[in-house]
């Protein structure tokens, strides 16, 4: 597996995951993951005897861009404080149904579906308090280009979040985004979202900047995962459409 490194040295490491790729082997997908790739790449990684080395955080499946990699236990502990201290600013990229207001914050306690274990949702009582920024980067009609600024990290709290206002993101399947919710819209739009749906073939959410405290040497350091391309794609149709 080829690792496209943003950035390495003793203590740690920034990949740029693609999309498609699973962080950790888990049910159904046990060879091909991100973390078999590490094991391959690097002689060093923090928690050698767990099932999970070098695993900080992770990234849905289906979401690109930045992640980091701890090389050692001690750097692992203090990224890992960072993290649970709400100490490390993170910037996603997303396209969304629908026009949002310029900007926001989406908050509530996140549960797990009653319906389906997998999948998670907003509730009344008895969650886990979430909270994310966003801003309206551009609108094309019918789709907002979004930049997101999550300040907990639940599991798939972006998903959710954007799903509780009405606006789900594109493509994403699972919390009611996917080409069904293209029929919500005006038939005018029905030739554009067909070719939109052709080239991003994924949740279109991507990891775009994070910002953290170097483990050893307290420097703050801002990391950065271009665009990929199947959003680039996207983002030229809507702007020659606009």
């Known amino acids: 597996m080829d690792l496209n490194i943003i950035f390495e040295d003793d203590y ?11 962080v950790h082997p888990g049910s159904g997908n046990w060879s091909g993951t991100l973390l078999n ?11 050698q005897d767990s099932m999970r080395p070098g695993i900080v955080h992770r990234l849905d499946k289906d979401t690109s861009g930045v992640i980091i990699i ?3 236990d001690k750097s692992h ?8 201290e709400r100490k490390v600013k993170k910037e996603y990229l997303a396209l969304a149904w629908g ?5 926001g914050i989406i908050e509530g306690e996140m549960g797990r579906h009653t319906r389906d ?17 966003f801003e309206l980067d551009e ?15 639940r599991t798939h709290q972006l998903r959710v979040h954007l799903k509780s206002i009405g606006h789900p993101i594109f493509c994403d399947d699972a919390y009611g985004g996917g080409a069904k919710y293209a029929r919500s819209f005006h038939v005018k739009y029905t030739q554009l979202l067909n070719r ?3 080239n991003v073939n994924r949740v279109a959410l991507h990891a775009h900047k994070l910002e953290i405290s170097h483990p050893e040497t307290n420097e703050t350091m801002l990391f950065q995962a271009p665009i990929p391309e199947d959003l680039k794609r996207a983002l030229e149709i809507l702007k020659n459409e606009k």
């Open 12 to 22: 740690l490491a920034v990949i740029n995951k693609p999309t498609g790729l699973v």
């Open 37 to 47: 790739g590490l094991v391959h790449h690097f002689n060093n990684l923090s928690r």
């Open 70 to 72: 701890a090389k050692n």
């Open 77 to 84: 502990d203090n990224l890992s404080e960072q993290f649970s």
């Open 99 to 103: 026009k949002l207001n310029d900007q």
């Open 117 to 133: 274990r997998k999948l998670f949702t907003m509730v009344e009582s008895g969650g886990r308090n979430s909270s994310t920024e």
């Open 139 to 153: 609108y094309f009609p019918p789709l907002s280009w979004l930049r997101l600024y999550p300040e907990t990290g």
């Open 196 to 198: 939109l749906l052709k």
